[in-house]
Structures are given as structure tokens and as C-alpha cells.
Nanobody, 120 residues
Framework: QVQLTESGGGFVQAGGSLRLSCAAS????????MGWFRQAPVTGRDLVAT???????NYADSVKGRFTITRDNAKNTILLQMNSLKPEDTHVYYC??????????????WGQGTQVTVSS
């Protein structure tokens, strides 16, 4: 019913940039926070950046000053501008959204992930 569609991943050299996009579609009555997470060996997924409906953002320390998350509420879309990329940024990035769907309940939705690979 609700789907998060990600795009923008790819291959880039260290110091380069990518822009990730995630659009929520389906029967949506509201979206709370949205964000990007990446794989982690213990927790599974670690926060990269999130953005609230009002535009409030938070970032992982490792990406502060390099990544910028923005949101277009009219399009139910978020962007992650990734600058000064480092090899350690190489991960699968997952889009997240907390969505009020047709059941009138707030539920967590995840995208399938988009690969970001940064070469040395």
C-alpha cells in the first residue's frame, strides 16, 4: 500500500558527490519523520540523517558538514545531498518513513535500499 522508492545511488570517487532521493507513494494520510539509514553489523541499520515534518534535522556525527537532508512535503519526497564522500560511506542506504496509512495507524516503512560505493 505504501512504497518508498529510492534512487540516486552509484559509484563515485572519494571527494565526490551523490544525491539520493526517496519518494513515498500509496495511500498516505500523513508522514511524520523521514530519513536515511545505512547497514550496520550489530544494529542492522544506523541513522544517517532524519528530517521531521517541520524541517528539523539530525545527522550522524560521521556525516555532519558533508551530508544535507531536505524534504518536500508536497511531493512526499526527501533528498540526501552527499558531498565530500569517503570510502567509509560505502553502504546500502535505506529510506525510512513513519506513515499514517489507510488503517489510520502510524507505521514504519522502509525502502529496499540503494547502493553507494565510494572508491579511494
Amino acid at each position: 500500500q505504501v512504497q518508498l522508492t529510492e534512487s540516486g545511488g552509484g559509484f563515485v570517487q572519494a571527494g565526490g558527490s551523490l544525491r539520493l532521493s526517496c519518494a513515498a507513494s500509496g495511500t498516505i494520510f500523513g508522514i511524520n519523520d523521514m530519513g536515511w539509514f545505512r547497514q550496520a553489523p550489530v544494529t542492522g541499520r544506523d541513522l544517517v540523517a532524519t528530517i521531521e515534518h517541520d524541517g528539523t534535522t539530525n545527522y550522524a556525527d560521521s556525516v555532519k558538514g558533508r551530508f544535507t537532508i531536505t524534504r518536500d512535503n508536497a511531493k512526499n519526497t526527501i533528498l540526501l545531498q552527499m558531498n565530500s564522500l569517503k570510502p567509509e560511506d560505502t553502504h546500502v542506504y535505506y529510506c525510512y518513513a513513519n506513515v499514517k496509512d489507510y488503517t489510520s495507524r502510524w507505521r514504519d516503512y522502509w525502502g529496499q535500499g540503494t547502493q553507494v560505493t565510494v572508491s579511494s
